[in-house]
């Protein structure tokens, strides 16, 4: 094997180990779903459809490529600001609690999953 083509075939090796290797930061559905369960966030929100909330697809679409995406869902979820619905009331958007309380590595699993969608 010439030395051109033994280094192809190492770059390529290294390259699929690299992809197949899980992420540092990785988003953990399963947790993610649980915590949307146990704040029933699922009562306003769906993956896909709207419901009193917008559904997590249209909130990952709105926020793709924005810097300032997962701080800005974080600080909607923790500081209970007011949310629109589609009759135009406002009401406090529920703070989403985790267990031990305050968890940011929770919070922020949350929101990657939602933007994620």
């Given at each position: 094997m ?9 770059v ?14 990785a988003v953990d ?8 369960k ?10 896909e ?11 990952a ?15 909607h ?36 999953w939602?933007?994620?969608?």
């Amino acid at each position: 094997m010439n030395i051109h083509l033994k280094f192809a075939v190492s770059v390529a090796l290294a390259l699929s180990t690299l992809v197949f290797l899980p992420s540092a930061h990785a988003v953990d559905e399963e947790a993610a779903k649980a915590l949307a369960k146990q704040n029933n966030c699922l009562k306003c929100h769906a993956i896909e459809k709207e419901k009193d909330g917008p559904a997590y697809k249209a909130v990952a679409t709105k926020y793709k490529g924005k810097a300032n995406a997962e701080a800005r869902l974080i600080e909607h979820i923790t500081s209970g600001e007011k949310a629109k619905f589609p009759d135009g009331h406002e009401e406090e958007h529920k703070i989403v609690k985790t267990s031990p309380p305050k968890d940011a590595a929770q919070i922020k699993n949350l929101v990657q999953w939602i933007l994620a969608q």
